[in-house]
């Protein structure tokens, strides 16, 4: 890796733990700067200022996640378990999300620049839905919002109990089946009777 490269990644590494405590408007370039082993000009002039950088953080975890975690929509629970595993491994992502909802989004969509990342996952939860995998009655919108609140139930932004990955196996399992199951009665297409 060239030398910019690895100061950039360096960069990006030191914003997104930075970003992740503190917050947007709470992170401090200095910190980040130092813990990048990179001075303040090279962060300006490859991010343009904190807000670039953030945005540059975001993007670049949001994008491995969808990598780390592709969509299956002919198996929610099996996405939604990875997905559970993915963000117990990377909670940084959910804690940037998070932030960026707090700061910047408080409504609507979090990250259009995956605008089309999310349009392939909508039409292949209505592929879904066409083959009777997925409740046709359900817009597909609310299926995607949903399954992923579900499976970010044990995250850093659950309401009730945040898990670790300290957790003992056997507890990751319980919640990992309890995921899937959940997904599986929520989406499942009801049995047609006929007379």
Request: with cysteine; aromatic share 6%; glycine share 6%.
């Amino acid at each position: 890796m060239k030398d910019g490269q690895a100061t950039r990644r360096r960069l990006l590494d030191a914003a997104a733990a930075e970003f992740a405590t503190y917050g947007i408007a709470g992170a401090r370039v200095d910190r980040i700067s130092a813990n990048a082993r990179a001075n303040k000009a090279q962060m300006y002039a490859y991010y343009g200022n904190k807000d670039g950088l953030f945005d540059a953080v975001f993007n670049d975890h949001a994008e491995k996640i969808i990598h780390a975690v592709p969509m299956t929509a002919e198996d929610l629970p099996g996405y939604a378990t990875r997905l559970y595993d993915a963000c117990l491994l990377h909670p940084e992502l959910v804690r940037l999300a998070a932030w960026a909802r707090l700061e910047r989004v408080p409504t609507g969509p979090l990250l259009t620049s995956m605008d089309a990342q999310t349009a392939r996952k909508l039409e292949a939860i209505t592929t879904a839905q066409r083959s009777g995998h997925i409740d046709p009655s359900l817009d597909p919108a609310d299926v995607l919002s949903i399954v992923t609140a579900m499976a970010l139930t044990w995250s850093p932004v659950g309401l009730i109990h945040t898990a670790s990955p300290d957790d003992p196996e056997s507890e990751h399992e319980g919640r990992r089946r309890a995921l899937a199951e959940t997904v599986r009665r929520a989406f499942t297409p009801a049995p047609k009777y006929t007379a």
